[in-house]
């Protein structure tokens, strides 16, 4: 099963909605949700690693 990022993304942009409080637990809260939501964007949008192919050396002419 592949997870659903967007989706994820979504519910906790929803959820730091409803954290708007000035206490303290939910700036705390907010905070660890924004590090979620970072992790999720950087999984949503990461690329596999490329394969570097070598490039024929050009032949020295004398």
């Known amino acids: 099963m592949k997870s659903d990022f967007a989706a994820a993304h979504l519910h906790l942009d929803r ?14 809260a907010l ?10 964007a ?8 490329a394969e570097v192919v070598p490039f024929p050396a050009a032949s020295k002419r004398a």
């Open 15 to 28: 959820a730091c909605h409803y954290l708007r409080g000035d206490d303290e637990t939910s700036r705390t």
């Open 31 to 40: 905070a660890a949700l924004d590090l979620v939501i970072e992790a999720v």
């Open 42 to 49: 950087t999984a949503q949008y990461a690329r596999p690693e």
